[in-house]
C-alpha cells in the first residue's frame, strides 16, 4: 500500500514524555495520556516523535510485539492523532540524513488526510486549480485554501513534479519527467498530494466520454469560487489555517503607526459648509423614513449638487468628531462605526460638476472639514468619472465621484490576516452611511462595486501598496419633479 509506505512523525510543536510508566503527548492546548502503554505500543509512540518510520513499518511493529488487539488500537490512537492535525507525513528519504522530498504538515485540528487504495495504471492526477506555491522563509510551499495542511519540499524536484501536474499524469509519467523520481516514488508523491487534497483524480484513458470524471472543482458549489475568492476567504477567518488573526500588533516597537488623520495633502485648501445639528435633530428625515425611502439613483436634475450640499454632507457623514491618543497610535470618533476606531478610510471627491467648486480632484480633511485640491481636471481624472458612469448603465454625467482609498498601513499595523477583508467591510459601512444621509438631504446616492486603483494612483501619484482605492460612490442632485 502506497500510502502506508509514508513516513509519519508528530509534529515538531508536540512534546513526548515519559512520567512512570505512562506516555504524555502535548500541545500547546492539549494533553494526551497513554496509560501503561504495551512494549511495541511505547516504541511506535517514541518512533512517530523521531518520524523515523512509516505508517506500515509501525503497524507491523505494533503486530509484532503487541499482537492484533493492539495493533487495532494503534491504528486508532494513529487516526486520531491525524485528526487532532498532530502528524505530518512524508515520502521517506533515500537515507536517514536526507530531509524529505515532500512533507505534509497540518495547520489546524479536524484535520482530514487519506488516500484510497489507488490502481495506478486506470488513474492520472491534476493539480486543484486551487493549489499555490509559493516561498516562505526560504523553502517552497504547497497550499490551498480547500485544506487544512500545508506541503513543505525539500529541494526544487518537488515543485518540479508540482508544475508537471498542470496536466493529468499517471505515475509512470510523472516518473519519466524528473531525474532520479522512479515510479514509486512518484506514487508516494501523487499519494501524499492527493491525501492532503491538492490534486484531483481522472481516468488515465476514458473508453467513452461519458466516462470521464468530472472533478468537484468543475461542479457546484466549488465551480462558482474563483481562486483568489477562496483564497481571500478561507485566510482572512478562522478554521483552516494557523496565520496570526486579530489585533496582534505585529510592528509595535519597530515601526511608528501612522498617524490618525492624514496631513492635509496641499496648500491649497477649500473651506466646507456644516449643517446645523442641534435643527437637523429637530427636523430631519426619521430613520425609518430614510431607510425605507432610499434609493440609488442615476438620473440627475440639469442644475448639479452645490458646494454647500457638498460640505454639509461630508461633515454628517465622515467628520473626525473627535481624535485621541493611546498607548499604541491616534485613534478618533466619526458618525460611523470602524474597527478598532482605526479609521484607515480616505475619502477623494472627483468633481465633475458641482456648484462652487472647480473640476478635479481633491481630499477631504476630516478634522479640520476642508477639502484639500489635489489634481486639477486631467485627463485621468476625467477618465475615473466615465469609469463610473459605465459601471452604473451610463444614464446621466456623474456629478462628484468618491473615490474612497484605505491606509493600509493603519489597519496592517494593528491586524493581521483580516485586516483587508475588515477594510472592505469598513467600505459597507461608509456606503450605507452616504445612501442615509443623501436620503436625508434629497441627493442622489449611487454605491459602485469595482473600480481602477492603478487609474486613481495615477491621477494622485499615491503609492498603491501605501493607499489605494477600495471604494466608489456617486453623489448628485435629484431631478426637480415638475
Ligand atoms: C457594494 C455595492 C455596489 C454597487 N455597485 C453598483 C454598480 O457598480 N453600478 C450600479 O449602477 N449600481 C451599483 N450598486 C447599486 C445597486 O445596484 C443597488 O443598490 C441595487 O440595485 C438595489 O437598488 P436600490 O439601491 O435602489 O434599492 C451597488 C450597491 C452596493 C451596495
Redesign the pocket.
Known sequence: MTFSSLTVSLKPEITLTSVDSNILLQSSSRKLTFHQPEPGLKTALDALKQGTHTAGQLQTLVLETDGTQVREKFDAYLNRLIELGWICHAIPPSSPELSPLAIAIPMVGDYYFDCPEIDWDAFAFTLSRFAYLHQVEGEMVLESPLTKGKIKFSDWRGPGLVSQLSQPQTAASLSQEIPGITEEIAQQFLSLLFAAQMLSASFASPLEEDEEVESEEATPPLVFWEFHDLLFHSRSRLGRHNNPLGGIFPYVGKIDPLPGVKPLMTDVVIPLAKPNLEELNQTDMPLSQALET?????RYDETPITLEQLGQFLYRCARVKKLFDTERGEVSNRPYPGGGAIYELEIYPVVNSCQGLEQGLYHYHPLDHVLCQVSAWTAETEALVQDVWF???QHDQPQVVFVITARFGRMFWKYQSMAYAAILKH??VI??TF?LVATSMNLAP?????GNSDLFQKATGIDYYEESSV?EFMLASVPVKP
Not at 446 to 450: D, L, P, S, V
Open positions: 432610499r434609493r440609488s439613483i442615476r459601471a452604473s448603465a467600505v459597507g456606503y450605507q445612501y449611487c454605491g459602485i462595486g469595482a471604494g
